[in-house]
Every structure is written in structure tokens, then in C-alpha cells.
Antibody
Framework: QVQLQESGPGLVKPSETLSLTCTVS????????WSWIRQPPGKGLEWIGY???????NYSPSLKSRVTISVDTSKNQFSLKLSSVTAADTAVYYC???????????????WGQGTLVTVSS | QTVVTQEPSFSVSPGGTVTLTCGLS?????????PSWYQQTPGQAPRTLIY???TRSSGVPDRFSGSILGNKAALTITGAQADDESDYYC??????????FGGGTKLTVL
């Protein structure tokens, strides 16, 4: 059974960079697309972006200028960096795996439990 | 920027049928958007109910079904149960590797 676990600081200061890592266990990171999603307290889900195990990425246009997603296949991990954070970036951050065929990705079939990151001085 | 629209809230009686919809601020939803639907209960990660418009995810009861109704994607719950009370999110593939979540619908069963 594939399991994902987010890790990283729970508190980040305004203007600094938020950094999170997702560790994948019970399966290989290779061959799959991986994604980050966030959810501000009491609000809806927001897609941040994805990375293919080979390193290709795509990001939400609204966050693209501040987001970097990277992968480390040797550690079975992928990571999120979000720069110049403000209080509006306070959210539960989820990592997840895409279910894809050879041509199309359809949905996020495995999720981490989520980790709350608060932006505050 | 195109916004994915959902009803903010909906209520259904136990045993009743409810249809939640997922639209676009501009344009129509079709199967080419590969609509998927997620259910989320408080404090939990979302789980997939429906993907690729109408394919039920593994273990999802057949009282959940997906379709295209008019110019929107739709999630229909037939025979609603108390534990269906959750938040429901649709996601659309906008092309060019971009997915967008709808704002979510809070479903009350009473």
C-alpha cells in the first residue's frame, strides 16, 4: 500500500520560503506524477502543481512565480518550495500521487495526511 | 482566468437523491476536461469518488455516479445516507498540464 507523508516546518515567517518534503513509502516514485495541493483553514482545495519522476513540472498560473517542485528519486521523495510567503499562504499542504494511463492523468489516488503550515512572525 | 464553479451548499433528506454540479465561469464542461469528484470529511484528506467523468473509484458505492448534464459535470448521490454529509470537490483538467479545483459544495443530510 502506497503511503505519503509530508514533513517540514509548521511555522514560517512572512517573506521567507516555505519548504516541505513528501516521502513515498510502499512503492516507487518512479513512473508516476506527483502533486502538491493546499487548503487554507475553512476554505477549499487549491492545486499547486505537479512533477513527473523524471523532473518535468507544471504549476498553477497563480502561484507559478513563487513555486518550485523537485524530486529526489534516490530518496523516494519530492519537495515543494514556495517563496515570499504571506499570511494568505497559511494552509494545510497535501502531497498526492496521480493515477495516470500512458496518455492521460485522471485523478489523485493516494494522499498524504496533510501538514499545517502557518505563516506568522 | 477561468473559475470552476460549484454550489456552495446543498441539502438532501436521508434516502433522497441529490445532484451536485461543476461548471465553468466561461464555457461548457465536457468529457475533455476529465472531471473528477472528491469527498472530504473534516480533518481528513480527500478521497476520489469519480474520475474521467463517470468512472467510480475502487470501493465507492454505486449510489455515487458521475455524468455531464448540459454544460456541467455532475455528481449524483442516490439514496443519500447520513455519512454522505461531507464537502465535495470537483476538479477539471484545463489543458497544458493545469488542473483546477472547484470551490467545493458542503452537503448536509437532514
Amino acid at each position: 500500500q502506497v503511503q505519503l507523508q509530508e514533513s517540514g516546518p509548521g511555522l514560517v515567517k512572512p517573506s521567507e520560503t516555505l519548504s516541505l518534503t513528501c516521502t513515498v513509502s510502499g512503492g516507487s516514485i518512479s513512473g508516476y506524477y506527483w502533486s502538491w495541493i493546499r487548503q487554507p483553514p475553512g476554505k477549499g482545495l487549491e492545486w499547486i502543481g505537479y512533477i513527473y519522476y523524471s523532473g518535468s513540472t507544471n504549476y498553477s498560473p497563480s502561484l507559478k512565480s513563487r513555486v518550485t517542485i523537485s524530486v529526489d528519486t534516490s530518496k523516494n521523495q519530492f519537495s515543494l518550495k514556495l517563496s515570499s510567503v504571506t499570511a494568505a499562504d497559511t494552509a494545510v499542504y497535501y502531497c498526492a500521487r496521480y493515477y495516470c494511463t500512458t496518455t492521460t492523468c485522471f485523478h489523485l489516488d493516494y494522499w498524504g495526511q496533510g501538514t499545517l503550515v502557518t505563516v506568522s512572525s | 482566468q477561468t473559475v470552476v464553479t460549484q454550489e456552495p451548499s446543498f441539502s438532501v433528506s436521508p434516502g433522497g437523491t441529490v445532484t451536485l454540479t461543476c461548471g465553468l465561469s466561461s464555457g461548457s464542461v465536457s468529457i475533455s476536461y476529465y472531471p473528477s469528484w472528491y469527498q472530504q470529511t473534516p480533518g481528513q484528506a480527500p478521497r476520489t469518488l469519480i474520475y474521467n467523468t463517470n468512472t467510480r473509484s475502487s470501493g465507492v458505492p454505486d449510489r455515487f455516479s458521475g455524468s455531464i448534464l448540459g454544460n456541467k459535470a455532475a455528481l449524483t448521490i442516490t439514496g443519500a445516507q447520513a455519512d454522505d454529509e461531507s464537502d465535495y470537490y470537483c476538479v477539471l483538467y484545463m489543458g497544458s498540464g493545469i488542473w483546477v479545483f472547484g470551490g467545493g459544495t458542503k452537503l448536509t443530510v437532514l
